[in-house]
Nanobody, 122 residues
Framework: QVQLVESGGGLVQAGGSLRLSCAAS????????MGWFRQAPGKEREFVAH????????DYADSVKGRFTISRDNAKNTVYLQMNSLKPEDTGVYYC???????????????WGQGTQVTVSS
């Protein structure tokens, strides 16, 4: 089991940037495919991005392609989400999660962090 802790959220103006981090407090992320999801108020949790063990393959939701970048540093036991050109519709709680499956389905992820709030003002 891996326990995950997200950080880096905050309040930013539209067009700004944030970098989220997801660190493993116990266990190691190198054993897992890692994903980022987000949940806006009143909406279901949705896929944002995921990355393979080595970082050699990544994929993104259409809504964030070209603006967000997922990466990982297994030596630091940390996964990142660089978010640029933020829009108000990017507002929500962002979660990182670990899976043994390279999947965009949140139900395939068994280990979740507590989330970090991202608020983008217009």
């Amino acid at each position: 089991q891996v326990q995950l802790v997200e950080s880096g959220g905050g309040l930013v103006q539209a067009g700004g940037s944030l970098r989220l981090s997801c660190a493993a407090s116990t266990g190691t992320v190198s054993r897992y495919y890692m994903g980022w999801f987000r949940q806006a108020p009143g909406k279901e949790r949705e896929f944002v991005a995921h990355i393979t063990w080595s970082g050699g393959s990544v994929d993104y939701a259409d809504s964030v392609k070209g603006r967000f970048t997922i990466s990982r540093d297994n030596a630091k036991n940390t996964v990142y989400l660089q978010m640029n050109s933020l829009k108000p519709e990017d507002t929500g709680v962002y979660y990182c999660a670990a899976s043994y499956i390279y999947s965009t389905n949140r139900r395939d992820y068994s280990n979740w962090g507590q989330g970090t709030q991202v608020t983008v003002s217009s």
